[in-house]
């Protein structure tokens, strides 16, 4: 049982080129709340800075600005190695995110040695083989000594999943975790995700560009659009009541086979930088606020 | 809403007169076990169709798409099958048995490719200007110098992208302008079927919809036969007059994307639908509070 | 994203039912060995073989240093590789001095790798000062020219102190450089793969995502980087002896052409005396570095498939043109594969 506050997030990235020195917002004042047993899906496209986030979230990159309090059911401030058994992160890349030099078993074993979950070699095997299990990945005994090369993508991420609850995380961070995935197991590995949310009762964030999936796997939808927050709100309200015109954009776009024929009636390209990110539409609240500002004076301008 | 599309696809298919015919063919990868990758695929290609190819990876969709042009290089062979293009001129071509450079005049000038990542494959120390142009006169060796430029910015504007870009390196352009310059490239000398493998795979929704809409524009106004390769059924529903889908080399299913939609026979495109939730309908809301199946062997 | 991006790649999905019926348990490491090719075979041939000559050889031979008054003479029954000006056995000469240059090469070979592990990989995986730092030092040593600075440090030691260990420190230290370049390009690429970013995650420690993450996948880059030292030093070494500047009281591949040199074998015709060890050296470069090719297709599994392809692609063209050849009768057999 343990929630995270992100509240006004700013990462900053200096660029130089030649003796020029230009500052890159790639996130600007974002706030967050993830609560245990919720799912909060981060909606954008590449370069909106949803990744950026994930980093801060899991401490590989710090923020310019910005807080991140993680507390447990007590009330606790989780910090230090606690920190990293609490909030654990699922790669986007099943091929990427698994070392190929090593077991599957090495895999989930080490974050359980690390976070001294097991003891004896018998027991970790034991937890290994039942941590398997627990995301179907069975027989365990028959997955535990293969190497990553041999299993497919599915397979790899259901492990990178095993692996992120291995230490016993609350928090998990989902980086599109079904993007790289065919088709038809996306929903498998989805549905595998929700079923351990529910029974670890886990606070999940769940990043990604496709509409489609953010609006049935989560409670609510945040939508970044260049480092901006420019709308939140319940998942169907977000996604069947778009307010902001970056959202409307976003739903006309994804391909939607109840609604055919639309292609040929769409207006034609929008002018980008006519968006305006400096508004966000609340849904909770029912009113826009101000984006990109500190919580706040969001506040007073409400 | 019976939607426009839906007439205007019925109506194109009624008038049809197929553009590429493709029998029994069947691609063998020659390695230690030989693996068949397509098997005995018959495919009726229409002038001015769209027709989508759909599946999963290793299914064989762009094994069987580099093989209607030859393109597909060894360990893979055609073992066996007929590929024919039906020309404009109402001359037939036997595509397996063109020698080497018949072969080269035939790919580019009557069926061209947009690749999956093409938009990395232009070269990064030219202008667009100078690759549009090394194009034209490698197939057209005669033209003069104007026509060369009067047609490059020609194709340009025709996907969107502003001539004035023509002097561009493509790191100057953006992902979208850059596939949009690919499909510049393969329209170029005006052929009768594009093949497009994953061409918007890359690219953000937003984009993605901007060059689809291109597409199907540039269709109604050229009448040529477009084969889109994708994993992305939704997609192909929204763009395509006939889809194929294929499993483990073989077409499983090939129907008007309407029939496919609402009326799927095989199972594994039942499977492949129900993969998709919809965006805006009821359909995918399981995955909140479904029952979560192991997964099945692939 | 589903299709392979090679158009010539299998399906990846054919492959998996193999897999999945080979449960055997494998070791990391076995993914690290080279496919056997009669290339690698040539060279494990060569390499093995010589370093058992070097190794066991001066147990069998008498001693090299025995001076007989029969100089000079070619190779017969009792000398097989003949004798010297100053009538020592030239094979049992070749024997000791195997396997002293073995030992050089040995010893500079590792602490040449230790020393480019230490400043390519830990400055890679620190990044920032450190990588700045490293990066540095290991340039300077790489524009250094190696041979006369270790003429002109071996100059400097006295001929007394100036053992084994001396060379070998002195040719380690000018040599380990390049390696370390190609450690540390190889380092930042692994550093930021995902699966690094997924160890930091779960809680490792930086010594044990370097040692346990990163290392392991370095391998076959670090096994071919010391191949090479293991070469360098040979035949630096030879090179540092041939002018006589080698280490005291040793004798290897270099000291036996620097005598034979002195001894005007070559204006003699003695070639039983300069061929054996020049030889020896060539034939043990060779071995090493067909060695090294087939360690880069592990580095490089591109080389590795254009191997197999051009087998491949050598397949099917035959099979293709028997099909074109059919055409007009089709073959049952063909088109029912």
Not at chain 1, 288 to 295: F, K, L, S, Y
Not at chain 2, 31 to 58: M, Y
Not at chain 3, 247 to 261: D, E, I, P, V
Request: charged share 25%; proline share 6%.
């Amino acid at each position: 049982m343990t929630s995270v506050h992100v509240t006004d997030l700013v990462k900053d990235y200096k660029l130089r080129s030649g003796l020029k020195r230009t500052r890159l917002r790639a996130v600007d004042h974002v706030s967050l709340e993830l609560v245990p047993g919720r799912t909060v899906a981060l909606v954008g496209e590449s370069g909106s800075g949803k990744s950026t986030i994930a980093k801060i979230l899991t401490r590989m990159e710090r923020p310019t600005s910005g807080t991140v309090d993680v507390r447990l059911e007590d009330g606790t401030a989780v910090d230090g190695a606690a920190y990293r058994r609490e909030v654990q992160m699922v790669f986007q890349d099943p091929f990427a995110s698994l070392n190929p030099f090593h077991s599957i078993e090495h895999h989930i074993a080490r974050p359980l040695r690390i976070h001294k979950r097991t003891g004896t070699n018998e027991e970790t095997h034991a937890r290994v083989i039942e941590m398997l299990e627990r995301v179907n990945l069975s027989p365990g005994e028959d997955l535990a000594p293969r190497r990553p090369h041999e299993l497919s993508g599915g397979q790899r991420q259901r492990v990178a999943i095993a692996r992120a609850l291995a230490p016993g995380a609350q928090v998990l961070i989902a980086d599109e975790p079904v993007s790289m995935l065919d088709v038809s197991i996306r929903l498998g590995v989805l549905n595998l995700l929700g079923r351990l949310q529910r029974e670890d009762d886990l606070a999940v964030l769940y990043i990604t560009h496709d509409l489609a999936t953010a609006r049935h796997f989560s409670d609510e939808i945040v939508v970044l659009y260049r480092g901006r927050v420019v709308e939140r709100g319940p998942s169907d309200a977000v996604i069947l009541d778009p307010r902001h015109d970056y959202t409307k954009l976003l739903a006309q776009a994804a391909p939607d086979p109840e609604r055919p024929g639309r292609l040929a009636a769409d207006a034609g390209p929008v002018d980008r930088d006519a968006i305006d990110n400096g508004r966000c539409y609340d849904h909770f609240a029912g009113q826009w606020r101000d984006a990109g500002v500190p919580t706040e004076s969001k506040e007073r301008s409400a | 809403m019976t939607t426009m599309s839906e007439t205007a696809r019925a109506e194109r298919l009624a008038v049809a007169q197929p553009v590429l015919t493709v029998a029994d063919l069947t691609v063998v990868y020659e390695v230690e076990k030989p693996v068949t990758a397509v098997r005995d695929a018959d495919l009726t290609l229409h002038r001015g169709e769209i027709l989508g190819l759909a599946g999963e990876s290793g299914c064989g969709k762009t094994t069987l798409a580099y093989a209607v042009n030859r393109l597909h290089r060894p360990p893979a062979r055609i073992a066996s099958g007929r590929i024919t293009f039906h020309d404009r001129s109402g001359e037939d071509i036997d595509i397996l048995s063109l020698k080497e450079a018949d072969l080269r005049l035939f790919r580019w000038e009557k069926l061209s490719m947009v690749f999956q990542g093409a938009m990395n494959a232009l070269n990064p120390v030219t202008s667009v200007r100078a690759q549009l142009r090394d194009t034209l006169l490698a197939h057209r060796p005669g033209m003069s110098r104007a026509e060369v430029r009067e047609r490059s910015a020609d194709v340009l504007e025709r996907v969107g992208v502003d001539p004035v870009r023509l002097g561009s390196y493509p790191h100057e352009l953006s992902g979208g302008m850059r596939q949009r310059v690919m499909i510049a490239m393969a329209m170029l000398l005006e052929p009768q079927i594009m093949v497009m493998d994953e061409p918007t795979t890359a690219l953000d929704v937003v984009v993605q919809r901007d060059i689809l809409r291109e597409i199907v524009r540039l269709r109604d106004e050229l009448d040529f036969a477009v084969v889109f390769i994708t994993h992305d059924l939704p997609l192909l529903l929204e763009i395509s007059d006939r889809i194929a889908v294929m499993l483990d080399g073989e077409i499983v299913e090939l129907d008007t994307a309407d029939r496919l939609y609402r009326d799927a026979r095989h199972p594994y495109t039942r499977k492949l639908l129900g993969s998709f939730p919809s965006l805006s309908g009821t359909r995918g809301s399981f995955i909140r509070d479904g029952v979560d199946q192991p997964e099945e062997p692939s | 994203m589903t299709n392979p991006k090679i158009p010539d790649a299998p399906p990846p999905g054919t492959g998996d039912e193999s897999r999945v019926s080979d449960t055997r348990p494998k070791s990391g490491f076995r993914m690290l060995l080279p496919t056997m090719t009669p290339w690698l075979a040539v060279g494990l041939i060569l390499v093995v073989g010589i370093t058992v000559f070097g190794v066991l050889a001066p147990f069998l031979v008498g001693d090299p240093d025995q001076i007989r008054d029969q100089g000079l003479s070619g190779p017969s029954a009792e000398f097989p590789l003949g004798t010297t000006q100053t009538g020592q056995d030239v094979l049992a000469q070749l024997a000791y001095a195997t396997r002293g240059s073995l030992q050089i090469g040995l010893i500079v070979g590792v602490l040449a790798t230790i020393l480019s592990c230490f400043f390519g990989i830990y400055g890679a995986y620190r990044g920032r000062l450190v990588d700045e730092a490293f990066s540095l030092l290991s340039n300077v040593f790489l524009v250094i020219p190696g041979l006369p600075l270790v003429i002109v440090i071996s100059g400097f030691v006295p001929r007394e102190s100036r053992g084994l260990w001396t060379i070998a420190v002195v040719l380690a230290v000018t040599g380990w450089a390049a390696s370390a370049r190609v450690l540390r390009a190889q380092t930042l690429s692994v550093r930021n793969r995902d699966y690094v970013a997924a160890s930091k995650v779960s809680g490792e420690r930086p010594w044990r995502v370097i040692l346990v993450e990163i290392l392991p996948n370095l391998l076959p880059v670090i096994a071919s980087q010391f191949v090479f030292a293991v070469i360098a030093a040979i035949l630096g070494e030879a090179g540092l002896s041939f002018i006589g500047l080698g280490a005291s009281n040793s004798s290897t591949l270099g000291t036996m052409l620097f005598y034979a040199q002195n001894g005007f074998a070559l204006p003699l015709g003695a070639w039983w005396w300069f061929v054996p060890p020049g030889l020896m050296i060539a034939l043990f470069g060779m071995g090493l570095s067909i060695v090294n090719f087939s360690i880069d297709e592990i580095i490089n599994p591109k080389l590795k498939n254009m191997r197999l392809h051009r087998k491949r692609a050598r397949k099917a063209a035959k099979l293709e043109r028997r099909l074109a050849q059919h055409r007009a009768v089709p073959d049952p057999e063909e088109s029912g594969r």
